[in-house]
């Protein structure tokens, strides 16, 4: 039997915000997020909380994308109705935010379902179109205390101007953005992942020297972080990116 936690959705969605981060990047774990997120969803309709309401279906629809993400590192595509889910949670949470006029919940929304089409369906074009929008709204996620709301999306675009619209500099200014907002929050958890794909950018914007003092960063704070092995790996292969480029020139 489920405990209730009790508590406002707000209050639920903060502690399901926590351990969805110690899932995503630690421990691989997401059930105690999705507990969390489902209480924060069940207090809200008990209070009549809309804005409560969004943060928890968004919540949930983040839980999703991790789990979803965690079927790709492991070289399998993830369940279409594990998708759907994903795709539906979001829409709602864009619904709400939409229907009450919040800004930064609209921004939080927009891009959760730019990270479906971008991450789980390949579909740029149909990605930025919600992109797009939510990097108008990124400054409400900053004056409402989400830095890492307004990193995400910085970082995306980052990854659209490396991916689709090739344009390296203009990847290096985004992704530098999502860096620096991500250091200002001081989640060691959150800031490798940040270094690598700045890494990345400085290396198609032709500064490997810069892109191998970014991934040597990001390695030694994978680890002490303790994250994810694929996360790990991750920074350890851009390290072997960055070092190929800065000998080869």
Not at 224 to 239: F, K
Request: proline letters at 3%; charged letters at 25%.
């Amino acid at each position: 039997m489920t405990t209730d936690p009790g508590g406002t959705a707000v209050e639920l969605c903060a502690a399901a915000d926590e351990a969805l981060a110690e899932a995503a990047f630690r421990t691989g774990k997401f059930g105690a997020a999705e507990q969390l997120f489902a209480a924060a969803r069940a207090a809200a309709a008990r209070d009549g909380d809309r804005l409560g309401e969004a943060l928890a279906v968004g919540g949930l629809g983040m839980t999703f994308h991790y789990r979803n993400i965690t079927a790709l590192i492991d070289g399998r595509a993830p369940a279409d109705a594990d998708v759907a889910a994903e795709e539906e949670l979001m829409r709602h949470a864009l619904s709400i935010c939409q229907e009450t006029g919040d800004s930064a919940g609209t921004a939080r929304a927009l891009f959760g379902m730019g990270l479906v089409f971008q991450v789980l369906r390949r579909d740029w074009a149909a990605a930025m179109s919600y992109y797009w929008p939510a990097f108008g709204l990124a400054e409400a996620l900053e004056e409402c205390g989400d830095l890492y709301g307004r990193s995400e999306i910085h970082r995306h675009i980052g990854f659209y101007y490396l991916a689709a619209d090739v344009r390296p500099r203009e990847a290096v200014r985004q992704l530098a953005l999502s860096l620096a907002l991500r250091e200002r929050l001081g989640d060691s958890r959150k800031i490798p992942s940040a270094l690598v794909s700045l890494s990345a950018a400085e290396i198609a914007a032709e500064n490997p020297e810069r892109a191998l003092e970014l991934a040597d960063r990001a390695v030694t704070m994978a680890r002490e972080a303790r994250l994810l092995p694929w996360r790990l790996r991750d920074a350890e292969q851009s390290l072997r990116e960055a070092r190929e480029a800065a000998t080869s020139r």
